[in-house]
């Protein structure tokens, strides 16, 4: 790197925790995340002595005329990889289709630039995707819900994929591969159903996933895991009644019950596959048995909004960028040597 700028450390201290994150919400969803979780995330940062920001891609420009010494600006301001970690997890909801290429090449330049990334570009596939998922993580303690995925496009309507349906019992769940939050959750009856669905994924060329439905009530377990280990409380979202969908966007009730003692004891399964500072794992209850739903590498710390101080939700920020900056020494110290390789790593723990 060539001589710093006001801002650019030189000790080797984190000050900044950058997210990239596509600048598409409406005024309506920014109205609503900003007190939800985005603000707690500032001023957690800002108690730790670290500054936290949110910007989309291009916020990030790149000099790189000496390829010897590039030099990286974050909003016309010098960053290096002592001073600065950026969240790079893939978002991919249908407003945000045009930024992924974006997105994905960030990533990828951040990295060749030796950038510490909580959440490397080799991981964006694998968490964004709901097969991939469940498939990386095949040998879970918790066993995966059974799972069928299918693309869509210009020949959805010849029906090819219902090859691949022939031993799905109904009702069954239709969702995007995808997406988060709830979006795009549905209730299949019969293949009929599925048939009109898969025609209105055609519209946007969104792959779907079908999974048994494990019943009316069916409770959403988030493990939150920090530096390898479950935090001991987890996010339980309970539907609303004739939902299928337990999600708060889509009316379900949160609450934080201490981690059952069997989630407790898979966490150290996911945590070697996945040795990364934060992210979450999705389980679901079916009255009787929990599944393995799905990873969230940047799932979101929601309030407890029955503590109005946010006790635990400030605690849990704080431990998970605490992690971060764990990470980052560990990187650093490492000559950025340290990486996460999703083919390699299968290899070496299954």
């Known amino acids: 790197m060539s001589t710093p700028t006001s801002g650019y450390d030189r000790d080797g201290t984190l000050r900044r925790l950058c997210w990239v994150f596509p600048d598409r919400e409406s005024t309506k969803a920014q109205a609503a995340w900003h007190p939800f979780f985005w603000d707690a995330y500032a001023q ?8 936290w920001c949110r910007h989309a891609a291009d916020a990030v420009t790149v000099d790189g005329l000496d390829s ?3 030099r990286v600006f974050h909003e016309g301001e010098q960053v290096s990889p002592a001073d600065t970690l950026f969240i790079t997890a893939l978002y991919s909801l249908p407003y945000q289709s045009m930024d992924i290429f974006n997105q994905y090449a960030l990533y990828a330049v951040l990295e060749q630039l030796g950038f510490y990334l909580p959440f490397p570009p080799g991981l964006s596939p694998i968490a964004n995707d709901k097969l991939a998922t469940l ?7 918790i066993p995966p819900i059974p799972t069928v995925r299918i693309g869509t496009g210009r020949d959805t ?8 349906l022939e031993k799905l019992t109904y009702p069954a769940i239709v969702k995007p591969a995808g997406w988060c939050g709830g979006g795009g959750v549905n209730l299949a009856r019969s293949a009929e159903d599925i048939r009109g669905l898969a025609t209105l994924a055609q519209g946007g060329d969104t792959t779907l996933v079908i999974q048994p439905y494990l019943g009316d009530g069916t409770v959403d377990y988030r493990v939150y895991v920090i530096d390898g280990q479950a935090y001991p409380y987890v996010l339980r979202r309970t ?22 003692p069997e989630l407790a004891e898979a966490t150290a399964y996911f ?4 040795p990364i500072p934060f992210f979450c794992i999705d389980f679901l209850h079916d009255g009787e048995r929990f599944w393995f739903s799905e990873l969230e590498p940047d799932g979101v710390i929601a309030p407890d909004f029955d503590d109005p101080d946010r006790t635990l939700q400030h605690d849990m920020i704080r431990a998970r960028f605490t992690a971060y900056r764990a990470g980052h020494r560990r990187w650093l110290a490492s000559g950025g040597a340290l990486s996460f390789n999703p083919a390699n790593l299968g ?3 299954s």
Do not use: W
């Open 157 to 164: 309507g010849k029906y090819g994929y219902e090859v691949a």
């Open 68 to 70: 010897g010494s590039p």
């Open 347 to 349: 290899k070496a723990t």
């Open 271 to 274: 945590a070697r596959r996945l």
């Open 44 to 51: 957690v940062a800002d108690e730790l002595g670290l500054t």
């Open 135 to 141: 498939l990386y993580f095949a040998g879970s303690p």
């Open 239 to 260: 539907p609303e009644a004739g939902s299928p969908v337990s999600n708060a966007s889509r009316g379900g009730v949160m609450d934080f019950p201490p981690v059952p």
